[in-house]
């Protein structure tokens, strides 16, 4: 059985940064491809950002380019999303989730397309 469980969420002020961590329990961790999604009050969830099996390719929303960092330490089991120059509109649950594709493809942008979630943490920005 495999279980995804996020960290890090809190309240934040504009400007500040944060580190998210997912960390998966059962299966082959390095056989998922990871990502992160979010959702706003009242908005519908939204696609943030994959990491392949490796770490090494990645997919980001065009809407966090530049901002948004995700990563991953396979030795961990654990998947992070850096956050930097925190906004008000970053506020939301952000959940993580496991995509067992059998391949090394991270442009996983919607979430049918993963096996296993979260429960979210909870991420809000205001002064």
């Known amino acids: 059985q495999v279980q995804v469980v996020e960290s890090g969420g809190g309240v934040y002020q504009p400007g500040d940064s944060l580190r998210l961590s997912c960390k998966v329990f059962?299966?082959?961790?390095?056989?998922?491809?990871m990502g992160w999604f979010r959702q706003a009050p009242g908005k519908e969830r939204e696609f943030v950002a994959a990491?392949?099996?490796?770490?090494?390719?990645?997919y980001y929303a065009d809407s966090v380019k530049g901002r948004l960092t995700i990563s991953r330490d396979n030795t961990k089991n654990t998947a992070y999303l850096d956050i930097h120059s925190l906004k008000p509109e970053d506020s939301a649950v952000y959940y993580c989730?496991?995509?067992?594709?059998?391949?090394?493809?991270?442009?996983?942008?919607?979430?049918?397309?993963?096996?296993?979630w979260g429960q979210g943490t909870q991420v809000t920005v205001s002064s």
């Open positions: 989730a496991a995509a067992l594709t059998g391949t090394d493809m991270v442009a996983l942008t919607t979430a049918d397309l993963y096996d296993y």
């Open positions: 990491v392949g099996w490796f770490g090494t390719t990645e």
């Open positions: 059962g299966g082959r961790f390095d056989m998922f491809v």
